[in-house]
């Protein structure tokens, strides 16, 4: 599984041009800035929104930009 910010993949993929994403993707800017302001994801290369922590085995789980999760 690859996890990296909505931040980074603009940054890497439409050289850090917000509009240039939304254009892209057929949003709006000023809803590709939302997205990047609140924390958005992509996992792989789907986005998400970052809802809540999640807990496993009593745990919270904690996914690090660019980690892959064992055996994806």
Not at 35 to 53: A, C, E, K, N, T
């Amino acid at each position: 599984m690859n996890v990296q910010t909505l931040k980074q993949y603009i940054k890497d993929n439409h050289k850090g041009n917000g509009s240039d994403f939304a254009k892209a993707h057929g949003v709006a800017s000023t809803q590709a800035n939302d997205w990047r302001r609140r924390g958005f994801m992509l996992i792989d290369g789907v986005i998400y929104s970052p809802r809540r922590r999640i807990k496993t085995n009593g745990r919270h789980i904690d996914l690090e930009v660019g980690q892959k999760l064992a055996g994806k």
